[in-house]
Structure formats: C-alpha cells, structure tokens
C-alpha cells in the first residue's frame, strides 16, 4: 500500500483539455480514501474512494468545475499507480466523450514534467 505522505501525481492525460490536471496529486490518509491537491498544494476534494466522482474546481474564481473519477491499476496492488477519469464543465462541446488520466507515486514533479515532455 502506498505511504501516507507519498503523492500520487498525474503524469498523463488523453485530451490537451486535462492539461490542467498534469501535476496535480492524490494522497492515500489512515482511512484507506484519499486527498485531491492542486500543483499549489492546496486539498481541493477529501475522502476520495474508488470509482465515486468527485467535484472540484482548480480556481475558485472560475466557473470550469472537474469531474473526476479514481480507479486502482490491476497490475499494482501497492496502490502506487492510479488512473480514472475526468470532465470538466461547462465545456465548449458537452457532447465530448470524458477523458482518462493516469497517476504514479514516486520522484518529483521535476522528475514527472521532464518524462512528460
């Protein structure tokens, strides 16, 4: 299971509407949910559990609200990877499909920038 101070970073998103999230991270707390946090490192969402949306908004002085979604990776039962879904409204075509990212635990936002790129 993932360390408690350790953060989950999304490193990759499908549709350049998401590049917002790029940077962004989870963090697992002692009740098994976890914590949503800006690049600022301000909380935006709590007591995130698997496959429940949750609502935010990145800028409070904005209209756009996200809507994501957080899902394990079969493949890692260390819950050090994650990945989900996002939209975000309003949008300019609501008939778009909603996106995917993905996240990983470990190294930087230095680290993470420089393999995005």
Not at 47 to 76: N, Y
Request: aromatic letters at 12%; a negative charge.
């Amino acid at each position: 299971m993932a360390d408690n101070e350790q953060k989950i970073h999304i490193y990759e998103v499908n549709k350049p509407d998401g590049d917002d999230l790029l940077f962004c991270y989870f963090k697992l707390q002692p009740d098994d949910t976890y914590n949503f946090h800006d690049r600022d490192h301000k909380v935006k969402a709590r007591d995130i559990t698997f496959d429940v949306p949750f609502k935010f908004k990145l800028h409070d002085d904005q209209d756009t609200e996200w809507t994501l979604t957080l899902s394990p990776v079969s493949d890692d039962p260390a819950r050090e990877k994650l990945g989900g879904t996002w939209a975000k409204s309003p949008s300019s075509d609501p008939s778009l499909e909603d996106g995917t990212y993905q996240a990983q635990a470990g190294g930087t936002m230095e680290d993470a920038a420089s393999a995005y790129a």
